[in-house]
């Protein structure tokens, strides 16, 4: 197309986006980068602007773009069966449901619906049931931690600990409680690792104890805090947090919306610490978002309560998209790939290759903290090292959108916490080769020489 048409193109494209288009996060975005392209780990706007895809999208495109396969499978089952609602069954969901359990080497069953909210509100409603089938009605809160997101449903924003993102919104599902996070860079409890007494953990036992263990159905946590600014725990955390909630009869959901599908070079982020949770959330890479899906998955004597007599014997809630076949279909062939061409140990290689080429970033003096957890990579910019101050958030988004004019896109940790604005986030394709690592690393060397 002449240069002057496809101008013309993008203007009325503009044009329409902004009469009638309302974004994420934003009603207006004057500006969008309108994307149309993608192979790999890159992709390109309407421009012909090619960008190296720091975030695979919103931390979910793990298995990387442009995967032929992929459309191939929603093709052929959408031509089978397109829909049927999963009050019944379908062959797609059968194998994915096994597949996941696989993931999970475990036991459990596995209830679909269409994003990691859902699924966390699945999980919300399994819990408290699970409690009521029981006999104990009574134990209807939840524990979570501050600077933790776990979506923006009701619930989920109420399990939620990032003020900002809930203001608005508010009174959101009552219930809700949170503690600290195990963040030793900044230890809520002044402590350092090493020569603490895991505070962070035992402040859940103290909660219980304070909130009355009657009361309470379950902690959620994701296994390394991701959007709140890869917030890794010390290897003790989970497996003590298991341990307080098994104190407790308390249940332990695990939030593996971004940690799950092999984005922590294991196939699901708890299993870095030898836990077994009793409910496990999912969404984003287990169809690598090419289509939406999610899935909540119970261990199976958690399910089994739900078949004696109770209260309610039945679980009341069904939704009319989740485990779509296509969706299935597509997500079955997505974790089959991942396991046959290896990529769980690729993201794994990665994560240890990116983070030892970052290491020349860390003498740089607005490199508070550099974080990593599989294929996932915090960098905690600081005004000051010593003060730890953190970088306001001009400097911050100067450094995402010089990356951009060099074409890398990265990510932040969103201006959710008010003053903490100041954490980079990098969560590559698992397509990324060792050539784009290099460049990847080779722009923010760049950028961080000119701040
Ligand atoms: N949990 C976590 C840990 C997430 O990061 C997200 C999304 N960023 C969600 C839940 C919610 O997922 P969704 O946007 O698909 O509703």
Redesign the pocket.
Known sequence: MPANDQDHEKETLLETDRTHMWHHMSPYNPNPMIVTESQGSWITDIDGNRYFDGMSG??CVNIGYGRQELADAAYEQMKALAYFPLTQSHVPAIHLSKKISEWLAGEYRVFFSN????A?EVAFKMARQYHAQRGEPGRYKFISRYRA????TMG?LAATGQAVRKQSYEPLAPGFKHVPPPYCYRCPYGKTYGSCNMECANAIDEMINWEGAETVAAVIM?PTI??GGVIVPPPEYLPKVREICDKHGVLLIL?E??CGAGRSGRPFGHQNFGVQPDIV?M??GITSGYLPL?ATAARAEIADVFLEPGPNQHFRHLNTFGGNPAACALALRNLELIESEGLIERAEQLGHDLRSKLATLENHPNVGDIRSFGFICGIELVEDRTSKAPSAPDRVLKVISECKKRGLLIGRNGDTIPGFNNILTLAPPFSTTEEDLEFLVNVLRDVFEQL
């Open positions: 919103l931390w994003s990691g909210s859902e966390n997101y776990h979506g923006n989920a994701e991701t959007g939030d919306v971004i959330t969404a984003k999610s």
